[in-house]
């Protein structure tokens, strides 16, 4: 096969530089942006204190998706080796029909596209990701502490303040704001009233263990295939992880369905049983699949009337990120890597601090670089979305023509292979660190010395063609005319 070479095969790495000016930081939220942004920012050379009010890492959970966007991320980040041990490289997706069971299409992976991607595209357990970037974090001196329950922040003078549920106050030079969809930070330092209202779906997450999958002939299948099957109609995304020792299960269940598999709050700390969801009308190799999950997790999918603006506060000293920055939904194979995306060109924009005045230059701009491409992601998910999860009609039936239309390996000539990689290059090819530097160079450097410092290059280049040099005609204010006022 010819090369389809169009995008370079080297990602860049994260964090190449050392910040000259380095601050002290508290991010709120030890989740995946949390984590990966104090990682970040702590390598840059800030100092990276991280609260979360969970009392440990290791609750309840269950998959997520690392798109090759992120995995290139996570190789540097982990190595290939130690990733190995957890993810699983997914080569293809069978579209399966959840109430008949019967198999609508197959999508591949080809590896030939995921190559120029400059990644993979992987399959982890959400736990496995959060433990190893607090190793990763802690690893370069963040300090990670949890049961640390934050009420509220508030902008300060000059430093923003952060008050603890215990009524202790903590101060900081910034303040980062990584606390999830229904974000405290947001709330308190942005006066942003949480307006969430019910989405239409609930999102059922689980685990099932490969040894039981492993005595059913279908199901065994299924946990050592490196595939991630999508159930359609009522939405159910599960793929193996942790190496094939689990697999994950979520299920997108849509309101109208109503019962206990359609309750709860936006969180991911409810826990309910297997035996509380209906799943009598899903087909038999998926109800078997189901009724080995011990339990589910249960989290809602809640609209907001408004995106959020500004993702700085006015004393630019608060950031938000993550899903306190742009809330997603729950389960969305894009969020992962949206947030940790957000992280390194923050991380990245800081590594080049030399002076406070850069400070609000680099949150416009980590704004102005993330805002777009998050908005741009999330829609083309629920795009996808509402078309995995069409009701029975003619729009069902011509999806899965579409689906169903074979392609044999003699079809994947290089014009499909190329189309087949402009369909995902926008999202696979990007990388988080090359955006915020080529930032950098194109308008950062411009504004890199300290303002004062600039000035005073200025005057003396002005005084020295007027030939009047004094220590103290360049430290004092001048009028336009190069004279003192
Ligand atoms: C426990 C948990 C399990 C999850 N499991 C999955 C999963 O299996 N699959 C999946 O696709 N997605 C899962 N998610 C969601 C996923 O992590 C997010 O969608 C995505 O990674 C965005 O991450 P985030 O860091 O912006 O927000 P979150 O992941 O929501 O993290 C926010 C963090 O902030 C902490 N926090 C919130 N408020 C406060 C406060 N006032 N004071 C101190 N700390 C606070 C929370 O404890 C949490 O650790 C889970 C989230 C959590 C919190």
């Known amino acids: 096969m010819s090369s389809i070479n169009t995008y370079p095969p080297f ?3 994260t964090i190449n530089y050392k910040a000259a000016l380095q601050l002290d930081w508290i991010v709120v939220g030890g989740g995946i942006s949390g984590l990966a942004t104090a990682f970040v920012l702590q390598k840059a050379g800030h100092r990276v204190r991280v609260l979360d009010r969970l009392k440990k890492l290791g609750t309840p959970a269950s998959g997520l998706r690392v798109p090759p966007n992120l995995s290139k991320i996570f190789k540097q980040w982990f190595g290939e080796e130690a990733l190995s041990k957890v993810a699983v490289r997914n080569v293809g997706t069978p579209w399966i029909d959840i109430n008949t069971g019967e198999r609508i299409g197959y999508h591949p ?45 508030e902008a300060g003078d000059p430093k923003p303040r952060v008050i603890l549920a215990n009524g202790e106050v903590l101060t900081a030079d910034m303040v980062v704001g990584a606390d999830g969809a ?22 059922l997450g689980g685990i099932a263990p490969a ?17 991630w099957p999508i159930f359609m109609g009522t939405i159910g995304a599960c793929h193996p992880v942790r190496a094939k020792k689990e697999f994950a299960i979520q299920l997108f269940v849509p309101t109208s369905e109503g019962g206990p598999q359609n309750d709860g709050k936006e969180s991911f700390y409810e826990v309910i049983p297997t035996s509380a969801i209906d799943i009598s009308s899903y087909a038999d190799d998926v109800q078997r699949l189901l009724k080995m999950v011990p339990y589910f997790t249960r989290s809602r999918y809640m609209k907001r009337s408004k995106e959020v603006t500004d993702w700085m506060d006015k004393s630019c000293r608060i950031v938000l990120i993550g899903e306190a920055a ?31 005045s850069q400070v609000k230059p680099f949150l416009y701009a980590y704004q102005e670089i993330r805002e777009g491409r998050t908005k741009a992601v999330k829609q083309e998910e629920l795009t996808n979305t509402i078309l995995v999860h069409l009701p029975p009609g003619p729009e069902r039936d011509a999806r899965n023509l579409h689906m169903a239309t074979p392609a044999t390996e003699a079809d994947w000539d290089d014009s499909m292979l190329q189309r087949e990689l402009a369909n995902f ?37 002005f005084l020295y063609s007027s030939a009047v040099v004094s220590s103290e ?11 003192k006022q």
């Open 11 to 13: 990602p860049m790495p």
């Open 109 to 153: 992976w080809k590896p030939v596209v995921m190559k120029e991607t400059g990644g993979d595209f992987l399959m982890m357990h959400h736990e496995d990701v959060q433990k190893m970037l607090y190793k990763l974090a802690t690893d370069v001196g963040v300090k990670v502490e949890f049961g640390v329950d934050v009420a509220s922040v």
């Open 182 to 203: 229904t974000s405290i930070v947001r709330q308190t330092a942005f006066g942003i009233e949480d307006d969430a209202v019910q989405g239409g779906v609930t999102l």
């Open 211 to 227: 040894e039981e999958m492993l005595k059913d002939p279908v199901l065994g299948k299924m946990v050592l295939a490196d595939e």
């Open 326 to 356: 742009h809330p997603w939904f729950p389960g969305g194979s894009h969020t992962t890597s949206m947030v940790v995306e957000d992280a390194v060109v923050l991380g990245t924009l800081f590594s080049h601090l030399d002076s406070w």
């Open 425 to 461: 290059a926008g999202i696979f090819c990007y990388d988080a660190s090359d955006a915020a530097e080529e930032w950098w160079v194109d308008w950062g450097r411009y504004s890199h010395r300290p303002s004062e410092e600039r000035e005073r290059e200025t005057r003396l280049s």
């Open 473 to 483: 005609s360049v430290t004092a204010p001048l009028t336009g005319e190069g004279k």
